[in-house]
Every structure is written in structure tokens, then in C-alpha cells.
């Protein structure tokens, strides 16, 4: 087997350990697998595993399983498990052969667990799942056995056989494996393998009213499926003892091994898919992929590209070591993508009126501009010009010192891409906020400096009144105002400017088909995509992806 392209990308100790692998001949093949649970959507830190255990099966030629652990009815959804297809899609990646569920193996799971309790290693237990947590013990302290622990074999085989059957009440009975109720591990004390719960099922609908556990479906997934190396995050590092024990109580040949690598922590945000459901079901967003969600389908809509984030999760790397990432990173990466993949384009998101007082009345021009700056296979595109204009009210001043660079009363400033204008006088409304600003404008300035040598020395963006698309522009920033917002009050945490709505934009004409999700540099202002829900031709709604630069950094410095 090939190995690795080593020159991509430095190593990490997952890769040491299938390098070695592959050279004893422990395995010939490598197989892997991403095992979402469909109780929500998948987010940044999903993308990390789904990044690790697609891209060491693409690296090594093996192959890579899709296997939703659906074990859980009561919280999975079919919608859930959409989402995550095409997320998985969209970030490029390719699962082998068909998409997997545990619960293709309930069958197959429930005579292993029959098979446990016919060698005396599992019993019906009969306590609440109160008494269970109380018997259990504390870390200092060790479990007590279950008053149900030594019940004869025939009487739990015929008790599981009634708990299939749906003839025992939810809650008043379960499956648990007997193993030490002494052990260090609390994972390995009598731990549930399975429950009874009445719902119905996305993939089995009613035939199942008994439901095996995680720690008990897993590994004899894995086993079936043939996967050689089983990566999961540094949380299940104590259930390795589990994983290992049912594959060594049960009649399977294949052992797969269960290695553990640090999960993704990033500033401002959360990974907890329970907590991003209560911002749903709370409203404190507009939903699961609402662009200042950290899910996959949340940054997609924001703007942010495959690319960028696979870009971002190689920078991370594979440790065992937990930290947190600085958010200033993953926002390095979709700038970086941005800067060399989008087309400019000029909006004003806070329109105040020019009027040029010399040009020609009636008169409009037609100029060609870049649509980047260093790439010219990006081509060019056409621009209206007229005598009439929009620009950004804060790029004019009535006064201003020598620092400000824009349009200021009897200076010059360039409008991009065209002409020299001066400004000359300005008309305000009754609160005095400046609602016309009239200039000059010097018309042998198109694509050549001033005759009298005087460089303006600043460059503004503007859109021709006359051709320009109303627009709505929607500024996301950060979700949460603090760097861990997973420790105090969700609400109190909760970022209050993570979105400003500018309903009165003004973009040039090419706009107004952007395609959803498509990138844009608006010039001098940042990075903007149209959004995938509520952009219409009519009016396009453009979503903030980043800025220019990183505003967040310059605060905390």
C-alpha cells in the first residue's frame, strides 16, 4: 500500500501509529469511519473529525465509512441525518460504499447481547435509574452490587426476552453488563448496554422498543464494518476499556482499535450540540444554520468555503494535548481563501448622495473595472457611471485632519476605478445630518493623475445613483462576547451586535444576480455572499462572512 504524502502536511502520532501498522503487517488496508449521532447538525468541531477520518483514508487509499449512530430515537431526526449527508459532501469528501446506520445492526447487536448474558456477563436489572446512579458509587467511593446482579441465566434470558417484547414498562427495567463495580473506571461498572424506550425510529420505524447503547454499539459497528482504526475524541479515552472488553466477551473476529485525539475548542463559540439546540429553541438564532451558528451548514451560509475550513483543520493538526484555538484563526483561513478567489465589487452600506455639479447632464459612462486586482484571469467587468452617485457617509468629513484620506470639504479624494472629484459644499437635513454632498469633478482624471501633479491621497468606493440595486446587508459577527462563553449564563454571554442589519445598501448592477453563497470582496469593506434564504434578484440580502481585518484582535490588544 502507498503510503502518505508526508510533504503535504507534518504527521501526528495517529498517522505514526497506521505507519507502523502497515510496515508490521498488522493491517494491509486501512478503513475508517465517521459516526455523527442525527440529534442536530454538524459543526466546526465535527468538520475536525470529518477532516481526519476521510482525509487518512483519501492519504492511504482506504476507505472511510458514513455510519449514523442513530441508538437514540427519543432526539434523532431525519432531518438531522440530511444535513449531515450534505455537509459531508460539501466539504468534499466521499463516503465508501453505502451510508451505514448502527441500527442495520440491531438484529445483529442483540444476539451479542444475548450471547453476553448466556455467559453469565450481563443481567436484567430491575433498579431505577436513580438507584442505578446511587449504586454506581462516586470516584472516591465503590459501586454496590445490584440486588438483581445474581439472577440465574434462564431469568434474565427471559426477562431480555420481555424487554424485546415491549412487555416491561419504560424505566423499570434494563440490560447491564457485570463486570466490577469496584473498578477505577466508572465506565466499567455494570455500565447499561440496553434500554427500553417506546418511540419510534427514522430508519426502523416500531419494530424495535429496546435500544442498545452507545458504548455497547460502537465498537461492534466497528468490528462488522472492518475498520482498522476507530479515532473518537479525548472523552471517550476511558470507554476504550469497554470498547475492548465486549470485543473480548463476544464471539467477533475482528478487534478494531480505538485511538483518541483532543477535540476542537475555539473561542466564542460552543460545541455542544445540546446547547446550540437551546439557542434554536430559545431564539436566540434563527435556527440551526443561521451564519453566526458555528455548524457546517451555519458558516457555509455565512460565506465561509470548503477550502477555508479543511485549510483550517490541518493548521490545528491531530494532538492529545486539549487547548483552545483562537477564532482569529479559522477567520485567517477564509480570508486568506477570499483574498485570492473572490471578485470585487462595490456596495455602500451607508449610502449618503453625490452630486457631481460639472459633469455633463444626463450624460453616463460605462467603465471597466478588474475584478481583481492581481489576478487577471478573473477577468473584468462593466460599471455605470453617472453625474449622480452614492458613498459611504463615513468617508466624508466637513473637517478632518491630515490622517483622514477620504472625502473631505475643498479636498480631493479618487472615486475607484474613475475620477478625481473635489468637494464643495454640502446640504443637511433638519438634524443636520449631511444628506447631499455636492462636488467637481476633474474629467481628465479617468485613469491618469490630476494635470497639476497633485495626487489625491485617497481612493473611496462609490455606485452610480441612477444604476444602483437597493440592497439589504447584514453584518454577523461573533455569537458570544467572551472567549468561553460554555462556563456562566448562555444569555448573559450571548454577543448583543452579533448582527446589524443595513437595510438601505446600495451595490452596483452585477450584484443583483449574485449567486447564493458565491464570495465577493466589497471593496474596503469586507467579505459578502448573498445569503442562500432570503436573497431574491429584486433584493439581494448579502451576509458579512469576515472582514478585512481582524477588528476583535486590535480590541483585545
Not at 455523527?36 to 454538524?42: A, F, I, R, S
Request: aromatic residues 10%; hydrophobic residues 35%; negative net charge.
Amino acid at each position: 500500500m502507498s503510503q502518505p504524502d508526508t510533504e503535504v502536511r507534518p504527521s501526528n502520532f495517529i498517522r505514526n501509529i497506521i505507519d507502523e501498522d502497515l510496515a508490521s503487517g498488522k493491517h494491509t488496508s486501512v478503513h475508517t469511519r465517521f459516526p455523527p449521532e442525527p440529534n442536530g447538525y454538524l459543526h466546526i468541531g465535527h468538520a475536525k473529525s470529518i477532516c481526519l477520518n476521510f482525509g487518512i483514508a483519501q492519504d492511504y487509499q482506504g476507505q472511510c465509512n458514513l455510519r449514523f449512530d442513530d441508538t437514540n430515537p427519543v432526539k434523532e431526526d431525519i432531518e438531522y441525518v440530511d444535513s449531515i449527508k450534505r455537509d459531508v459532501h460539501w466539504l468534499g469528501f466521499e463516503w465508501d460504499g453505502e451510508i451505514r446506520y448502527s441500527s442495520d445492526y440491531f438484529d445483529t447487536l442483540y444476539g451479542y447481547a444475548v450471547e453476553l448474558i448466556e455467559k453469565g456477563l450481563a443481567y436484567v436489572d430491575e433498579l431505577s435509574p436513580e438507584e442505578i446512579r446511587e449504586y454506581r458509587g462516586t470516584l472516591k467511593q465503590p459501586g454496590k452490587h445490584s440486588p438483581y446482579r445474581d439472577r440465574p441465566i434462564e431469568e434474565n434470558l427471559a426477562l431480555f426476552e420481555k424487554m424485546k417484547n415491549g412487555e416491561i414498562e419504560e424505566g423499570k427495567a434494563c440490560l447491564r453488563a457485570k463486570i466490577d463495580m469496584a473498578s477505577s473506571f466508572m465506565v466499567m461498572r455494570d455500565p447499561v448496554l440496553y434500554r427500553i424506550k417506546f418511540a419510534s425510529h427514522h430508519q426502523t420505524g416500531d419494530k424495535w422498543c429496546i435500544y442498545p447503547m452507545y458504548d455497547f454499539t460502537h465498537c461492534i459497528s466497528d468490528a462488522l464494518e472492518g475498520i482498522t482504526h476507530s479515532l473518537c475524541t479525548l472523552e471517550f479515552q476511558d470507554n476504550r476499556r469497554l470498547y475492548d472488553w465486549v470485543l473480548d466477551n463476544i464471539s467477533i473476529e475482528c478487534q478494531p482499535r480505538q485511538y483518541e485525539f483532543s477535540r476542537l475548542n475555539l473561542e466564542y463559540t460552543m460545541m455542544s450540540k445540546r446547547k446550540l439546540q437551546q439557542l434554536v429553541v430559545d431564539g436566540h438564532v434563527s435556527g440551526w444554520d443561521d451564519p453566526r451558528m458555528p455548524t457546517i451548514s451555519g458558516l457555509r451560509r455565512r460565506g465561509y468555503t470548503p477550502g477555508s475550513i479543511v485549510e483550517f483543520c490541518k493548521r490545528i493538526g491531530v494532538t492529545k494535548m486539549d487547548n483552545t484555538v483562537e477564532m482569529g484563526m479559522l477567520e485567517a483561513c477564509i480570508r486568506d481563501d477570499l483574498n485570492q478567489n473572490a471578485p470585487r465589487a462595490m456596495a455602500v452600506l451607508d449610502p449618503v448622495k453625490v452630486v457631481l455639479e460639472n459633469y455633463p447632464a444626463g450624460q453616463e459612462e460605462i467603465l471597466t473595472l478588474a475584478n481583481h486586482p492581481s489576478d487577471e484571469s478573473m477577468g473584468s467587468r462593466e460599471v455605470p457611471f453617472s453625474g449622480e452617485l452614492y458613498i459611504e457617509a463615513e468617508d466624508f468629513r466637513e473637517e478632518a485632519n491630515k490622517k483622514f484620506k477620504r472625502l473631505v470639504l475643498g479636498k480631493k479624494v479618487r472615486l475607484r476605478g474613475a475620477y478625481v472629484i473635489t468637494a464643495e459644499r454640502v446640504e443637511k437635513d433638519e438634524t443636520g445630518k449631511v444628506t447631499t454632498i455636492f462636488c467637481s469633478v476633474d474629467l481628465d482624471t479617468l485613469g491618469v493623475d490630476p494635470a497639476d501633479g497633485v495626487k489625491p491621497k485617497g481612493v473611496i468606493h462609490w455606485v452610480s445613483a441612477a444604476h444602483a440595486v437597493d440592497a439589504e446587508v447584514r453584518l454577523y459577527d461573533r455569537l458570544f462576547n467572551v472567549p468561553n462563553p460554555n462556563v456562566g449564563d448562555l444569555e448573559e454571554t450571548l454577543n448583543p451586535e452579533s448582527l446589524t442589519v443595513l437595510p438601505h445598501a446600495k451595490v452596483e448592477p452585477a450584484l443583483a444576480g449574485a449567486e447564493a453563497e458565491k464570495a465577493y470582496q466589497f471593496e474596503r469593506t469586507g467579505y459578502f455572499c448573498a445569503d442562500s434564504k432570503a436573497s431574491t434578484a429584486e433584493r439581494p440580502v448579502f451576509n458579512r462572512t469576515v472582514g478585512l481585518r481582524d477588528s476583535w484582535a486590535k480590541i483585545a490588544g
